[in-house]
């Protein structure tokens, strides 16, 4: 089941909308209506302004997206989330010069977009006139077009400035990234811009405490695990490049067949190490029988039933020779614990969160074991 919505789709990148959006016209009803005692007059102006706002956002991430496309990287989807838009790219460059043209493609967007609001201000006058900013201000929650005019305009300088911010998971993270790595390697170029980010985040966190600013402290800790994350990721990166799911997955998988039942399943729990199950017929592979799901079926159903009814058979299975960073980023982004590894219709094993650990911190302690290993003995399963 999919959690966002297809609104339309451009140069066949589709533009979709979370199911959380609908929380934000909400929040604006009542922060633009209630809150001001502006009234529905009020609640209109809200969400004239937070539907253009999101326009301005589609507008940034497909800066992005199609910097990215230019330089032949593909782009999944455009989600718009109540806090923002997310262009999902197929792969992050680790080449400075393109990933610091793609980061900057979103804020750019916004400065082009600043600098055609004002030549519509000079030639249509579309932001009013007024004697005194005092007298703006008390206009920005009126429905007319000045109004909405100042305020989008207001609000697209922020966006820009905002990304701009030298911090993990803002664009401006990437930028300092970028730069720092046409200097030094591209590992070391993250953890300096993670600290700095994070450092950032800090101070953020401690001026919001500091002015009673809630708001502030979120943010502070959003950029904070976001940058700790990214950190995170390109160390993984790191330390898997060149290895393959051949070098982490568990040969000795004891499969089931589909008639075996729920409760022969829980009993090779408590007796083995395997909490997960691939179901076989013969060599081929027809399921896969996670913990989660022997969980979930044994609350819906008597031990008693086939594992066959119960399987899930959607599970898309990886080959040995694939990437296994790539596998540990599907597993993350789906949110699974193990895959299948199957190769020319043969079932040879299960590649799980806890294998792909394991040859992270092997591989971290000593780089150049994992390749060796892999040259002599290779286990079957049985
Ligand atoms: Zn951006």
Request: glycine share 10%.
């Given at each position: 089941m999919r959690d966002s919505l297809k609104l339309f789709a451009v140069r066949g990148i589709n533009i979709r909308l979370h199911i959380t959006f609908p929380l934000i016209l909400i929040w604006v009803v009542l922060q633009f209506g209630l809150l001001t005692g502006q009234g529905w007059d009020g609640a209109l102006f809200g969400v004239i302004v937070t539907l253009l706002l999101f326009g301005i956002v589609v507008l940034h991430e497909l800066g992005h997206s199609i910097a990215a496309q230019n330089y032949g990287i593909g782009v999944q989807e455009i989600v718009l989330l109540p806090i923002g838009g997310v262009a999902r790219l197929e792969t992050i460059p680790e080449n400075p010069r393109k990933e610091l043209v793609i980061a900057a493609a979103g804020p750019a967007v916004n400065f082009a977009l600043a600098v055609v609001l004002l030549v519509l201000d000079a030639v249509f006058g579309l932001g009013g006139r007024f004697d005194s900013p005092e007298q703006m201000v008390a206009a920005?929650?009126?429905?007319?077009v000045p109004a909405i005019f100042n305020y989008i305009f207001v609000v697209n300088l922020f966006l820009a400035l905002f990304n701009l911010i030298?911090?993990?998971?803002?664009?401006g993270g990437r930028v300092l990234r970028a730069l720092l790595a046409t200097r030094m390697d591209y590992v070391r170029a993250t953890a300096i811009a993670v600290t700095i980010g994070q450092s950032l985040a800090w101070l953020m966190g401690l001026w919001g405490f500091l002015s009673g600013a809630f708001f502030l402290i979120l943010i502070a800790v959003f950029i904070y695990l976001g940058a700790g994350q990214e950190g995170q990721m390109v160390q993984v990166r790191h330390v898997l490049?060149?290895?393959?799911?051949r070098h982490a997955y568990s040969r000795q998988t004891r499969a089931l067949p589909p008639d075996a039942t729920l409760e022969d399943a829980v009993q090779h729990i408590l007796t083995g190490f395997q909490t997960d199950f691939p179901v076989c017929t013969g060599e081929r592979l027809v399921g896969l029988l996670t913990y989660k799901r022997i969980v979930e079926a044994l609350n819906e159903h008597?031990?008693?039933?086939?594992?066959s009814a119960v399987m899930l058979t959607d599970v898309q299975p990886v080959a040995p020779d694939d990437d296994l960073f790539k596998a540990q980023r599907r597993m993350i982004e789906e949110n699974v614990d193990v895959l299948p590894v199957v190769e020319g219709g043969r079932f040879l094993g299960l590649l799980t969160s806890h294998d792909v650990n394991e040859v992270y911190l092997l591989a971290s302690a000593q780089p150049n074991l994992l390749p060796n290993l892999e040259k002599t003995g290779v286990m079957r399963s049985g």
């Open positions: 920005m929650t009126t429905v007319s030298p911090a993990f998971p803002m664009d490049r060149g290895l393959t799911v008597q031990p008693g039933k086939v594992v």
